[in-house]
């Protein structure tokens, strides 16, 4: 998008609603005056209410006063939240995300590697086609090619075969999304790079769409990422794997696979019996103590499975949790620091 004039065109026929655009930041000293500047720039004639949540992720740098002199130029529709140490990305996203007013949530990275002026094209879609989301492909990605761009494209591929979801570009921060299904997840951990995959915990693959972002090369500041995330993604596939497929029924994945190694160990102690009878000596023999180990570790799994079911009930019981604490929040009510277009 290159102009004021596509903000107003994406805004044409929209459904009315409000708009919470949240960033996380760490150490992004030299682009928080920017970040703040580039999207206020970019929804400056939007034609629904809007808001930008910036959140500092306990850095240690200059970042909290940069994005406190940009918030005090641009005006209220610009709040902060400021983490009392480094939770790491997902939990800043999570801070805001809770703090989010809107209607409608776009979430982004603070290195102005995404494009704000974007925005506008992923929410008209979102609204205008009944989504619940709409992830940014970045299919001109300006990043290095070991570092960034192989990595990214494992990933993907690894992410797709696991969750089904058939999307060209998970990591893509810049996303749309509506925020009374968003909510009904909770990030923790490293979930920010699964959020589609997480979303499709709670709503259908086919209210998900992605379209072509722009993308632009880092100019300030430097880079969070290294081949280190790669490893990292791979652990978060595996609890992927597991909570689509039995993160409410838990024990079905315990009870099944206790009940198969029960069901072997019973096996080969059945099998030492019958040669017992016949008369054969087994106390020494390695099988008995595998039949045994085996009984006893399927006893155990089954046992887990009891508890997880336990512990899931407690959870989806005890309600909302935080994986965060802040130091600094804006708060508002619902009808203050809007920006509304004149």
């Known amino acids: ?21 949240v960033v996380p930041m760490f150490n992004e000293e030299e682009l928080a005056v920017d970040l703040i500047q580039a999207v206020h720039n970019a929804l400056s004639n939007y034609a629904f209410p809007w808001e930008l949540i910036v959140v500092d992720d306990g850095s240690s740098d200059a970042t909290w006063d940069q994005l406190s002199m940009g918030a005090k130029h641009v005006g209220p529709h ?3 939240i400021r983490l009392l140490r480094n939770f790491k990305q997902t939990a800043a996203m999570q801070a805001g995300i809770d703090a989010a007013r809107g209607d409608v949530i776009v979430t982004m990275d603070g290195d102005l590697q995404n494009d704000p002026r974007d925005i506008p094209s992923l929410v008209h879609k979102l609204l205008s086609e009944d989504l619940d989301m709409v992830a940014g492909w970045r299919q001109k990605r300006q990043d290095g090619f070991w570092l960034r761009k192989v990595p990214s494209k494992i990933a993907n591929r690894l992410i797709r075969n696991v969750s089904g979801l058939h999307f060209q570009d998970l990591g893509c921060s810049l996303k749309a999304f509506r925020a009374s299904v968003l909510r009904q997840v909770r990030l923790y951990g490293e979930m920010h790079r699964f959020i589609p995959a997480w979303l ?32 990292r993604v791979l652990l ?22 206790g009940s198969i190694v029960t069901g072997i160990g019973l096996l080969i102690l059945t099998y030492l019996g019958i040669l017992k009878f016949l008369g054969e000596s087994i106390g020494n023999r390695p099988l008995m103590f595998l039949g045994f180990f085996a009984v006893v570790s399927g006893l155990q799994l089954l046992t887990t499975g009891v508890i997880a079911e336990i512990l899931m009930r407690t959870y989806y019981d005890a309600g909302k949790f935080n994986s965060y604490h802040t130091l600094h929040t804006s708060n508002l009510n619902m009808n203050e620091g809007w920006h509304a277009a004149n």
Do not use: C, N
Not at 1 to 21: E, F, I, P, R
Not at 206 to 211: D, L, S, T
Not at 213 to 221: E, N, Q, S
């Open 1 to 21: 998008m290159s102009d004021m004039s596509t903000v107003k065109d994406a805004s044409k026929g929209a459904v009315a609603h409000t708009l919470s655009v």
């Open 78 to 80: 610009v709040r902060l």
């Open 200 to 231: 499709a915990t709670v709503t259908s693959p086919q209210r998900m769409a992605e379209v072509p972002v722009a993308h632009f090369p880092r100019t300030k500041g430097q880079s969070k990422y290294g081949l280190s995330r790669t490893f």
């Open 236 to 257: 978060d596939l595996l609890s992927i794997h597991y909570f689509l497929r039995f993160g409410s029924r838990p024990g079905h994945f315990f009870g099944g696979l």
